[in-house]
């Protein structure tokens, strides 16, 4: 599960357990930020991408990633990608409990489109920004 391709495939969740691949990503991105090695980190809560939902609450997590986030001086990502990329499963930006963890603690907050083709530039840039002004 260590090198499980969660944004790939829809097909790759197939059988997985995605209460761990949750667990895990998370853990992963706690350590990602404790490591002092990034100035941010790019679209926080990607895992959504194909609409899979742990049975728990991410409030846990979310509070964790917006307290490492602001101990280590981080910005996060305000992302369209997904939502370009999945428009049926993954909505516009962060999810909307992390966007306000993330306010709350005072968290630089870019906004990108993850454009991958010059005409994904800019995508959805004003929803994410207003998305940002309303948590």
């Given amino acids: 599960m260590e090198d499980f391709a969660f944004d790939h495939k829809a097909g790759h969740w197939?059988?997985?357990?995605?209460?761990?691949i949750y667990q895990r990503y998370f853990e992963t991105s706690l350590e990602l930020i404790q490591s002092g090695i990034y100035d941010g980190i790019a679209h926080p809560d990607c895992i959504k991408l194909f609409g899979h939902t742990p049975t728990f609450?991410?409030?846990?997590?979310?509070?964790a990633m917006a307290q490492a986030l602001s101990g280590q001086n981080m910005y996060a990502e305000q992302s369209s990608g997904i939502n370009r990329r999945c428009p049926d499963t993954a909505e516009?930006?962060?999810n909307k409990d992390l966007l306000r963890c993330m306010k709350k603690h005072n968290i630089k907050i870019i906004t990108v489109s993850d454009a991958h083709c010059p005409e994904d530039v800019g995508w959805k840039i004003p929803e994410l920004n207003r998305l940002i002004a309303e948590a």
Avoid: T
Avoid at 14 to 20: C, L, T
Avoid at 57 to 63: F, H, N, P, R, T
């Fill in 57 to 63: 609450s991410l409030d846990g997590y979310y509070e």
């Fill in 92 to 94: 516009v930006g962060m």
């Fill in 14 to 20: 197939d059988g997985m357990d995605v209460d761990r």
